[in-house]
């Protein structure tokens, strides 16, 4: 006889025992552990790869920044006014003409920037203004070179002439400019001075734009070392942070910033007439720890070293 039987529940529910809930835990611990570590890892190595771009750049702007002014500097000129192993002070040339017309009463004139021949007699990084210096070529009157000078003079009146025609501008009976040369965005600048230029100046003498330039390492309100600039015209502005961190100011060599002077046999030289080769030295130092290798986190420090030559030593 055939027997059947009801089917029976059982009473245990599907699902996780507690052993392997904890057991799972423990791996997804592991896991996450191993997750997180490698994220801080990852976290330290961009910061400190951060921190040493950054350093290096400071390093490559400063080094990038100096040696193009230092390159026009006259030391038989007397541009150099004082220098130290922190820091220099020198004639900034800033834009280079040359004299279109001298009315022989102290005011000089320049030739504009564009002319429509091609020819490029006047070049400024910046546009000369009142309390600016310039140097101008002195041929006077003999045929020798004895009587030859660079003469002095700071600008305490500028006036735009754009008149093709006005001797007090760049006219074009000088043969310097044509017409339609001079309009209003291309003047030509006419120079008063503190004291008059000298009627023997002239036409078509070569004119230096400078101002007095400061570079220095110093150390700034938040207590780090920088690469300082400032110039005078000729009050002078306050000095600025233009690179940097670097090392602090050391007298036993290890500045951050540091000059060194000699002159054309190579011998180091505390006379500013006698310099021919300045050298730079520009150490880096990061702003934290860097820890690239993950093995432990060191301070990190670059340097380089710059050599320039003086074109008018």
């Known amino acids: 006889m055939l027997t059947v039987h009801a089917p029976t ?19 997804v611990s592991f896991v996450a552990g191993a997750i997180v570590k490698l994220l801080l890892r990852q976290q330290r190595f961009y910061n400190s790869t951060t921190d040493l771009i950054q350093t290096r750049q400071q390093i490559r702007q400063a080094a990038a920044m100096l040696p193009s002014d230092l390159r026009g ?3 038989v000129g007397n541009d150099i006014y004082a220098m130290s192993d922190s820091s220099l002070d020198f004639r900034g040339v800033f834009g280079t003409t040359i004299v279109c017309t001298n009315n022989g009463a102290g ?14 007699m006047t070049n400024w990084t910046r546009n000369p203004a009142v309390g600016d210096s310039i140097l101008v070529y002195n041929d006077s009157t003999m ?11 700071q600008i305490s009146a500028i006036a735009t002439i754009t008149s093709a025609t006005s001797t007090s501008g760049c006219p074009v009976a000088t043969g310097l ?5 001079l309009t209003a965005g291309n003047p030509s600048y006419q120079f008063t ?55 602090p100011y050391a007298a036993n060599g290890t500045s951050g910033v540091q000059f060194a002077y000699y002159d054309a ?4 030289t ?5 310099v021919a080769r300045i050298s730079l030295v520009v150490r880096g130092q990061g702003t934290g720890l860097v820890n690239l290798s993950g093995d432990g986190a060191t301070a990190f420090g670059d340097s380089l070293r710059i050599e320039v030559g003086l074109r008018n030593k």
């Open 9 to 27: 529940c059982s009473t245990r529910r599907a699902g996780f025992t507690l052993v392997e809930l904890i057991i799972t835990m423990v791996l």
């Open 265 to 268: 046999t190579g011998t180091v």
């Open 107 to 120: 005011l000089l004139s320049t030739v504009p920037r564009v002319l429509a021949s091609g020819a490029a």
């Open 177 to 181: 400019t044509q017409a339609g040369d």
């Open 193 to 247: 001075f503190t004291a008059g230029a000298s009627p023997k100046i002239l036409v078509g003498s070569a004119m230096r734009f400078f101002r007095k330039v400061h570079y220095s390492v110093y150390k700034a309100a938040d207590g780090k070392w920088y690469l300082g600039f400032y110039e005078c015209k000729p009050g002078c502005s306050a000095i600025q942070p233009v690179a940097g961190p670097f090392q």
């Open 143 to 153: 045929v020798s070179s004895s009587d030859d000078a660079w003469s002095k003079h």
């Open 270 to 274: 505390i006379n500013r007439n006698l």
């Open 73 to 75: 500097i006259s030391s």
